[in-house]
């Protein structure tokens, strides 16, 4: 029997999770941290990644019989090489810019990267790039209290 594409990644993933709950547990973290904050989060994460590869598995073997479309279609390798090139560049532009002034355009340019065919008014892009920024920004500095990158620039 062929396993779907689903239920290989749900499996890869499973197998994943399973790596990472044995590693977490060699991390020495400082006795100092706010709990559960910082011990609690990969915990978090690792049942929600391996909730959704349990997902995938049951996805895949209800839809066994159906007929997998190509992966990739017409030009989407050239399109994945593109946005990991737009996330390299974002990661160096953040290196001396810092989080505050890239993250804005870096928004804005993989909405409009991943909108396919949809019409987005450069508006409605401007907005949603700005609230994301906020909500992470606000997530990062005063929920997990990490401080994110001011840029080389600016320090």
């Given at each position: 029997?062929?396993?779907?594409?689903?239920?290989?990644?749900?499996?890869?993933?499973?197998?994943?999770?399973?790596?990472?709950?044995?590693?977490?547990?060699?991390?020495?973290?400082?006795?100092?941290?706010?709990?559960?904050?910082?011990?609690?989060?990969?915990?978090?994460?690792?049942?929600?990644?391996?909730?959704?590869?349990v997902?995938?598995i049951?996805?895949g073997?209800?839809?066994?019989?159906?007929?997998?479309?190509?992966?990739?279609?017409?030009?989407?390798?050239?399109?994945?090489?593109k946005?990991?090139?737009?996330?390299?560049?974002?990661?160096?532009?953040?290196?001396?810019?810092?989080?505050?002034i890239?993250?804005?355009?870096?928004?804005?340019?993989?909405?409009?990267?991943?909108?396919?065919?949809?019409?987005?008014?450069?508006?409605?892009?401007?907005?949603?790039?700005?609230?994301?920024?906020?909500?992470?920004?606000?997530?990062?500095?005063?929920?997990?209290?990490?401080?994110?990158?001011?840029?080389?620039?600016?320090?």
């Open positions: 029997m062929k396993l779907r594409r689903d239920t290989t990644t749900g499996i890869v993933g499973l197998i994943g999770c399973a790596f990472f709950a044995v590693y977490i547990q060699f991390i020495k973290m400082p006795a100092k941290l706010l709990e559960p904050g910082p011990r609690l989060l990969p915990y978090v994460s690792i049942v929600l990644i391996a909730m959704s590869a997902a995938l049951v996805k073997v209800k839809e066994h019989k159906i007929e997998e479309k190509p992966y990739f279609p017409k030009g989407g390798i050239l399109k994945i090489t946005s990991f090139l737009m996330l390299v560049v974002y990661a160096i532009a953040m290196t001396y810019l810092g989080f505050v890239t993250t804005p355009f870096a928004t804005y340019a993989f909405i409009y990267d991943l909108k396919g065919n949809s019409e987005i008014k450069p508006i409605v892009a401007i907005i949603i790039s700005i609230l994301v920024t906020a909500c992470l920004y606000a997530m990062f500095v005063y929920g997990f209290q990490i401080k994110l990158p001011a840029g080389v620039l600016f320090d």
